[in-house]
């Protein structure tokens, strides 16, 4: 196992074509260029912003394969695998390998409230069957689990693919945590607030703004990393600004269409989502106002980042 996760990785949405009946490969491809021209170090596909419930078996297949080619090497590619039954989760993994994903993002068995030993069991079948990095993926929202730092030690200590996580507990500290708790082998990835993620230790960042805002959204990491914190504290607080335009009156997963009405909105449509989440025209004229709000904030982010680019170009032409 030699590849190497860092930075903001967009964790995307699956394109579907305009009646949602299939999934959409030209429109997938557009997409994953503007990933491409934004700088974006990789893509995860069929995560929970990728509505991986709603995808059967062959679109699994053909978004994958089309994913990986279309990448070329040119980004990294890492495939939600999870599923509540244990053997299909092996198959989906085990596929996603055999056609060249770069790694693998999976969650607990959702539903069953599983305990710790049936986590480990889960994991372990999983990694008996692919060599490829595995991202363990931690959000007791959806999965009705939370992983303790503890078993996430466990979970690292067993099994050589278990290397890296996306931690989404809602409990920031937690990336502190599971750094100490795994001498620093496991590598965190922030599941929210990319700042305080990695002044506690994270590496990189699960990205689901990178679906609209994929330019920006990248540069956050990238100025963390440069020592920049102010700057990319700047560029977090105008993402929670219009977070909360969205999240006023949904539910917690009740907000899934505003993210590919916004990719639209940015140029690049890429269909609805499928039943049973909120379809963004059902949203009448509430989502059209919302719309109107967010993009006047993208206006702002793009603002801060022409100035962020500037004073970087000032910065580097007195270097030189």
Not at 45 to 74: K, M, Q, Y
Not at 244 to 249: F, L, P, S, W
Not at 281 to 308: H, P
């Amino acid at each position: 196992m030699t590849t190497t996760f860092r930075g903001s990785h967009s964790v995307i949405v699956t394109p579907f074509n305009d009646d949602g009946s299939d999934i959409d490969i030209g429109r997938l491809n557009a997409f994953l260029d503007w990933q491409l021209e934004s700088g974006v170090p990789g893509v995860i596909v069929l995560g929970t912003t990728g509505e991986f419930l709603t995808i059967s078996d062959d679109e699994r297949r053909r978004l994958v394969d089309a994913t990986v080619r279309h990448a070329a090497g040119r980004y990294q590619v890492m495939v939600g695998s999870m599923n509540a039954y244990t053997p299909n989760a092996v198959r989906y993994s085990r596929e996603a390998q055999d056609l060249g994903a770069d790694g693998l993002m999976i969650i607990p068995p959702y539903y069953y409230t599983p305990t710790d030993d049936e986590i480990f069991e889960y994991y372990r079948a999983i990694c008996a069957a692919v060599t490829i990095p595995i991202m363990l993926y931690n959000n007791p929202v959806t999965s009705n689990r939370d992983m303790s730092a503890a078993l996430v030690a466990r979970l690292t200590a067993a099994f050589e693919p278990v290397r890296y996580i996306k931690e989404a507990s809602m409990d920031v500290a937690r990336v502190f945590d599971i750094v100490e708790a795994t001498g620093g082998v496991m590598n965190v990835f922030a599941g929210e607030r990319p700042v305080e993620s990695f002044l506690l230790g994270a590496v990189g960042y699960v990205n689901p703004y990178g679906n609209y805002l994929p330019y920006a959204t990248r540069r956050l990491w990238d100025l963390l990393v440069d020592g920049r914190v102010h700057d990319a504290t700047r560029i977090q607080g105008l993402v929670h600004k219009f977070d909360r335009i969205i999240a006023q009156g949904h539910p917690t997963y009740g907000h899934q269409c505003y993210s590919k009405a916004l990719a639209h909105a940015r140029g690049y449509p890429v269909g609805d989502v499928r039943a049973p989440l909120t379809k963004f025209a059902s949203l009448g004229a509430e989502g059209r106002d919302k719309l109107a709000q967010i993009m006047a904030v993208f206006d702002e982010i793009d603002a801060a980042m022409a100035d962020i680019d500037s004073r970087s170009a000032d910065a580097r032409a007195h270097a030189a």
